[in-house]
């Protein structure tokens, strides 16, 4: 079986796709072929990832977020455990 990180998963824990286990292994994200590290979620079968903007945040302290559609490759950057 191949290890695979999920088709969506997100960094807020008030979202039903966080999975901190996962998050804790390190998950790292390519969009259009260029790695990024300001993912808040992503979703490989839509083809989106939501990118933090900056260092603002809205009136409950989140992240401003921005939904940008690509190809998105998720990979795991530690070794399985």
């Known amino acids: 079986m191949e290890d695979a990180p999920p088709d ?3 960094a807020d824990p008030k979202s039903p796709y ?3 286990a996962l998050l804790e292994r390190g998950v790292g994200v390519r969009f259009k072929g260029v790695e ?3 993912v808040m979620e992503y979703c490989v079968s ?3 990832v939501r990118l933090s903007v900056g260092k603002g945040v809205d009136r409950t302290g989140a992240p401003l977020t921005v939904k940008v559609q690509g190809t998105v490759e ?3 950057r530690g070794a399985p455990p």
């Open 36 to 38: 990024k590290t300001n």
């Open 8 to 10: 969506r998963l997100a």
């Open 46 to 48: 839509e083809g989106w």
């Open 74 to 76: 998720p990979y795991f």
């Open 18 to 20: 966080y999975d901190a």
